[in-house]
Each structure stands twice: as structure tokens, then as C-alpha cells.
């Protein structure tokens, strides 16, 4: 059973990562920027003269780890999921640094016996030598195993949903291809769960075939979004939120649909259109 009041203290170690362009371009291949080499735009993202940095790389950097495998939270890890990210950015991230990444738990919410326990954790992003706050990165994760522990039912939802999309047609649709090796990239930027790249772990966990690694499609979707409402001005983005609802598999396309609301924020939803299959929803960007 969940140890909330382990949970809620838990103590991260203050982690400090040195990262080069090369670092910056791998993330970005994983993307699928370069896959035509030919593309000024894509270039600029994979080539270290005047190399650009797709921001959602904050991601990445200073990652805590699958702490919450950790036996003293009493989460049974094994049927959590990442339900959704929020990232802020505050400044534009060099193509080379060194970062400092400070982690603490905001709060635990007790969905139901049925429904499990969701966890918010925050992750602030600093430059180690300038004390810059870089990106505030926040994580919701469901503990589908581990709800029920405050004894009472959970209040109802309020009505409505502000993360829904307008019925209108989309503002904007950009359609990037996913590279078949994309999650065997990614995963040398981060999260080496072999989910992403062995075939029996994929079909042992229900799948036909190893799924792309959520935050490779968040990571895309950023891509879109700095292509479609930025003028490919990276710093212009100034945050970006939304909820995994459905994994994608390497090699398919994420078509990204987008509703201007106004100048500085934007609705999208990503979605596969070979399988009429939205794999993020709920999604809201804010620009600077």
C-alpha cells in the first residue's frame, strides 16, 4: 500500500547534468528532424553551426529516475502510467550548459479504490552556473493499484472539461512521419525501458510490437507546435501541457491539429490517422 506520508517528504537529491550540442541533436534526430537533410528548417535542429534547441529537450535533463519503484513509497509501480506533462519555459535552453534540477512532490489525490491514486511531482530546471530558471516541468502520474487509502470518496468532477477541443476544424494540421528507429533514438536521451525496444517485453505487456515512448510523442507534438505557431523561433514557446491517452508505435504518423484561441495560446490534439486514434488530447500551448 501507498505510503503517502513517505511520499508527500520524499527527498530528491539535487541532480546536475552537463550536456554538449551533441546531446541536443541526438533528442532532436529521435524527433525525426533531419530526415531530409536537404530541409534548411530541420537542419538547424541536427547541425552544430547556429544549432537551434527544440525546448521540450528540458524534458530529459535532470530526470529523478523511476523513483517511484522505490519499495519504501509502497506504490505498486508495475501499473503506474504518465497521464499527463506540463512544461513552462522560462528561458531558452543554450546548445550546450550545464543544468541543476531540483525535485519535490506537490501533491497525491486519491481517485477510488477503482480508479487509483494520482501523483503530481515538479521538476525546476536551472542553469548551475547562472542560478537561471530554465523550465518548470510538472508530471501527473496514475497509481492505478493504489487509490482508496484516504478512506472517503472522491469528490465528483466539476462539469466540463477546459482541456476539450473547439468543434470547429482545426486552425492548423501539421502531419510529421515517425521514424521506425525513433524510440531505439530516444531512448539514448532518456527512458531505456525495454518496452521501447524488445520485441518480447512489447507482446508480454499486451502489444504487438515496442511503443514510442510517450514523451517522444510530446516531444514531436512540440516539434509541431513550434513550426505551425512560432515562425520556428523555439524561444517563443512558452509552455505546453497535455494528457497521454493512447500509446503510437514507431513508424507511423502524428498528425498534430491546432486551435488558435488567441495570439499567444493554442488548443491541439495529436492523433494517428491510419488508426483514427488520438494519442494526446487535452492539449494547451502558450507563447511569449
Not at 184 to 205: M, T
Not at 266 to 284: H, K, M, N
Request: aromatic share 8%.
Amino acid at each position: 500500500m501507498i505510503d503517502t506520508n513517505a511520499v508527500r517528504h520524499w527527498t530528491f537529491p539535487v541532480l546536475r547534468q552537463a550536456y554538449a550540442e551533441r546531446d541536443a541533436i541526438l533528442y532532436a534526430l529521435a524527433l525525426g528532424y533531419g530526415s531530409d537533410p536537404g530541409d534548411p528548417g530541420q537542419l538547424s535542429y541536427v547541425y552544430e553551426r547556429g544549432l537551434k534547441v527544440v525546448p521540450a529537450f528540458a524534458n530529459v535533463l535532470c530526470h529523478p529516475g523511476f523513483w517511484i519503484s522505490d519499495p519504501r513509497t509502497g506504490i505498486d509501480a508495475t501499473r503506474a502510467v504518465h497521464g499527463e506533462q506540463r512544461v513552462r519555459f522560462h528561458a531558452p535552453l543554450p546548445p550546450r550548459g550545464r543544468v541543476r534540477g531540483e525535485t519535490r512532490v506537490l501533491d497525491i489525490v486519491d481517485k477510488g479504490k477503482s480508479k487509483g491514486a494520482l501523483l503530481v511531482f515538479e521538476r525546476q530546471l536551472f542553469d548551475d552556473e547562472t542560478g537561471t530558471l530554465l523550465a518548470t516541468i510538472e508530471q501527473h502520474t496514475l497509481c492505478r493499484g493504489d487509490g482508496g487509502f484516504s478512506g472517503a470518496e472522491p469528490s465528483p468532477s466539476p462539469r466540463g472539461n477546459v482541456h476539450s477541443n473547439p468543434t470547429r476544424p482545426p486552425d492548423a494540421v501539421v502531419e510529421i512521419p515517425v521514424l521506425p528507429q525513433a524510440a531505439l533514438v530516444y531512448r539514448l536521451s532518456a527512458d531505456p525501458n525495454p518496452l521501447h525496444a524488445d520485441p518480447q517485453v512489447a507482446l508480454a505487456a499486451g502489444f504487438p510490437r515496442p511503443i514510442l515512448h510517450g514523451m517522444c510523442t510530446f516531444g514531436i507534438a512540440c516539434r509541431a507546435l513550434v513550426q505551425a505557431c512560432t515562425g520556428d523561433v523555439p524561444a517563443r514557446l512558452a509552455s505546453m501541457s497535455g494528457r497521454f491517452s493512447t500509446p503510437m508505435f514507431p513508424g507511423e504518423v502524428l498528425r498534430t491539429e491546432i486551435w488558435r484561441d488567441d495570439p499567444d495560446a493554442v488548443r491541439f490534439r495529436c492523433l494517428v490517422p491510419a488508426r483514427d486514434t488520438v494519442v494526446l488530447t487535452g492539449g494547451i500551448a502558450t507563447f511569449h
